[in-house]
């Protein structure tokens, strides 16, 4: 049950739950939160709701590596949990046909940011796969068009 304390977007139960209210209730001061989230990730039989707050908080704390790392594990995750293909030319049409389940939209955002994290970490050339393929699902919603657009962007003048 949540309390009015309770950050709205938590809905994960168990020891990993006070681990995550306490990182979100010390944000602040990322050396306390980042041990809070570490706590949370620590526990045993985490779900998804763990890992995607992790990725999203690491995101947000410009923790590029980590929160690629978990980006990463959610989109594998997902892929195990609904035994979908693991090659692109297989996983798309499933994909694209089930734009409004929410696993698909999940998988999409997660890999849609890992692939902004690999282009803040300089790795380009994944990056450009990652937005070319989010792109080809749906250029708008899941900033493949925007990571595009940033990745092909003319070099500007000084």
């Known amino acids: 049950m949540m309390t009015t304390t309770d950050p709205p977007w938590l ?4 020891s990993a739950r006070t681990w995550l209210v306490a ?7 990322t050396d306390v939160s980042e041990q809070y989230m570490q706590q949370a990730l620590a526990q045993p039989d985490i779900g998804l709701d763990v890992l995607v707050s ?3 908080y690491y995101f947000y704390k410009n923790n590029n590596v980590l929160a690629l ?28 046909d089930q734009l409004d389940h929410e696993m698909v939209r999940l998988y999409l955002s ?9 282009a803040r970490l300089g790795d380009l050339e994944r990056a450009q796969t990652i937005a070319d393929h989010v792109k080809q699902i749906d250029p708008k919603e899941f900033a493949g068009e925007l990571l595009l657009n940033i990745l092909n962007a003319p070099a500007e003048d000084d």
């Open 11 to 14: 809905s994960v139960s168990g």
């Open 23 to 29: 990182a979100a209730q010390t944000w602040e001061d």
């Open 54 to 56: 992790a990725y999203r």
């Open 69 to 96: 790392e978990m980006a990463l594990t959610v989109c594998d995750l997902i892929q195990k949990n609904e035994q979908w293909p693991t090659d692109w030319a297989s996983l798309k049409p499933l994909l694209a």
């Open 110 to 118: 997660a890999y849609g940011a890992a692939g902004l994290l690999l």
